[in-house]
């Protein structure tokens, strides 16, 4: 897992610890250390800790006219054992939504498994987002996630599956990837005339 890094193809367009703004802001990363782990796994240092043991994260992209940000995940997302949602939702969602951000994407092509507990930390996001026309997408989330998260109805919550798993975003921009997104996302919820 060591050798996963965040996407970093677009740090000329945003780097979250120099943007004010960001709840990493002037965070200082050490390449020479690897220090932080999922299991008995050492990932790369690049990746931004959120208080859980086993689910970290890569805000890529916010732009706050657009309302919208673009944040890559690895690791296990357990609601289980450690309220990663909770983590999630309290110490960065929050943080970016008082900011003006109501649309998210989120990357979990390396979200490895997913274990649940309740809804209510994704429905009071859900609510939120949706009370300022906002949305959150899930793109390129593994078959077995995707599954795991829909027993419990969390496809009401979030858009994902279909188009959203088989998206090859590295080959756009982050302003153009956030369109596409929408695109989908809108013409999915009928929003498009």
Not at 27 to 39: F, G, L, Q
Not at 82 to 89: A, C, E, F, I, S
Request: proline share 3%; hydrophobic share 35%; with cysteine.
């Amino acid at each position: 897992m060591h050798t996963i890094e965040p996407y970093y193809a677009w740090r000329n367009h945003y780097v979250a610890s120099e943007d004010p703004r960001s709840p990493f802001f002037e965070r200082v990363y050490n390449e020479m250390s690897y220090h932080m782990k999922i299991y008995d796994h050492y990932i790369h240092p690049q990746w931004d800790g959120i208080g859980s043991q086993t689910l970290f994260i890569k805000i890529l992209w916010v732009d706050y006219e657009e309302e919208s940000a673009i944040i890559e995940l690895l690791g296990e997302w357990n609601d289980c054992l450690h309220n990663d949602v909770m983590r999630l939702k309290r110490d960065i969602v929050d943080c970016l939504q008082n900011e003006g951000i109501c649309k998210f994407i989120l990357i979990g092509e390396n979200v490895l498994n997913f274990h649940h507990s309740d809804d209510s930390y994704y429905e009071e996001w859900f609510e939120e987002v949706t009370d300022r026309d906002g949305w959150i997408a899930l793109l390129n989330f593994n078959q077995h996630v995707l599954e795991d998260m829909s027993t419990i109805d969390l496809d009401s919550y979030f858009v994902m599956g279909g188009e959203l798993s088989e998206f090859g975003w590295r080959t756009y921009g982050p302003d153009q990837l956030v369109n596409r997104v929408r695109d989908c996302v809108e013409n999915r919820l009928g929003l498009i005339g």
